[in-house]
């Protein structure tokens, strides 16, 4: 390359140079949009960007478009059924024994941690329940120990129902961390068991060989959604801060005039997917709250729950039906004497299938605080 070539191609370069650097961002040009101009315009677009989107969910959730039709008001003076359950609330204390814990029968009493068993759940310990019942509901009451330390009823607490009688619970109406002594729909739901796989082959009982179940499997009402917005509902009792109320609609449960229920307390165990409970975890896998089985005591992967029996509403029972609450059966040997009304008591221990209450001079049952009726 001459010199005058290469002065050419150096000129040329220079105005390319000069050319691309006016054309880059930042360069100096009256036309251009300063660069803190721009990064200010980025970071307001972006601010605003994260404000929609943090403050969009509230929106949904705050302007819900449900609109209720039937809203439950009390409940009925008269009750269809009331089922004691044990009180495990001086068990740590005085060391005793826990009742009502029967894993292969499908009852809990274990509102207690896994393993050490040393914390107690007074919010998770059912100690007695009730049903009634109006033209349009079904009203389960259940009533605990007492509020967490916070004094909340933190848990979860269902109605389980088998209104087809087999011992296979079809509907599961669960609510979670109550607060409320307005009825409201916010944490409400329905689970039913379409597919009919709940209790596997032996209802209530252990079954013999693993199921594969999903429980629940069938979402029918989430708190105001579902075909029914009214379905379910609960408060807390405004006559009793211990008491849980969930009311579910007959309609959405098929109306039957017949059914057997039960009731429960729990945190995460307490899982739709997870019934029954005694078919998917072995013996072995979820321990016993009782120390007398020395095997399986104590509670181990199947902790913080507690169940209580089936109450029979709208028929008489056979006393056959599985996890049914003790009724009262006279019995040939060692059944039911009516206490006598002159003094005295008519009862001894032998009188009892489940033990004798000298004090009240009545037959006591396994599942029941207190005396059989
Ligand atoms: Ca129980
Ligand atoms: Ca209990
Ligand atoms: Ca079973
Ligand atoms: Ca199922």
């Known amino acids: 390359m001459n010199n005058k070539n290469f002065r050419t191609a150096s000129i040329m370069l220079g105005a390319m140079i000069i050319i691309l650097a006016c054309s880059l961002p930042g360069a100096s040009d009256a036309t251009e949009v300063p660069a803190t101009a721009i990064a200010t315009d980025l970071a307001t677009e972006a601010a605003t960007e994260a404000a929609t989107e943090v403050s969009a969910p509230p929106t949904e959730i705050s302007a819900p478009s449900i609109q209720h039709q039937t809203i439950p008001v009390g409940l009925p003076e008269k009750r269809s059924g009331q089922a004691g ?38 919010q998770l310990d059912i100690v007695d329940t009730f049903v009634s019942e109006d033209d349009i509901w079904i009203f389960g009451t259940i009533k605990i120990q007492a509020p967490d330390a916070s004094n909340v009823l933190s848990g979860k607490y269902a109605l389980e129902l088998d209104t087809t009688l087999d011992g296979k619970g079809d509907w599961l109406v669960i609510v979670s961390n109550p607060a409320s002594t307005d009825w ?156 006598s009304t002159g003094g005295g008591c008519a009862l001894t221990a032998n009188s009892c299938r489940y033990g004798f209450d000298p004090v009240n001079c009545c037959c006591r049952a396994v599942t029941y605080v207190g005396c059989l009726p």
């Open 85 to 122: 359950d044990f009180d495990s609330s001086t068990i740590l204390e005085n060391k005793t024994t826990i009742g009502g814990d029967r894993f292969t029968f499908g009852r809990f009493e274990r509102p207690f941690n896994a393993n050490t068993m040393d914390v107690y759940f007074s």
């Open 184 to 339: 409201g729909v916010v944490g409400v739901q329905i689970f039913e068991d379409a597919n009919q796989d709940v209790g596997g082959e032996m209802p209530t009982l252990t079954d013999e060989h693993p199921v594969q179940g999903d429980g629940f499997e069938t979402l029918v009402f989430d708190q105001g959604q579902g075909d029914d917005t009214d379905a379910a509902w609960v408060r807390i009792s405004p006559s009793d801060a211990n008491s849980v109320e969930i009311a579910v609609k007959k309609s959405v449960l098929g109306d039957s005039k017949k059914y057997l229920i039960n009731m429960w307390a729990g945190t995460s165990l307490l899982d739709p997917t997870l019934f029954d409970l005694n078919d998917q975890f072995s013996h072995e896998q979820a321990g016993a709250a009782d120390r007398g089985l020395e095997y399986f005591y104590p509670i181990k992967e199947v902790y913080a729950i507690d169940s209580s029996c089936r109450m029979a509403v709208g028929y008489q029972p056979t006393g056959n039906e599985p996890g049914l609450c003790e009724v009262l059966i006279p019995d040939g040997d060692g059944g039911y004497v009516e206490p």
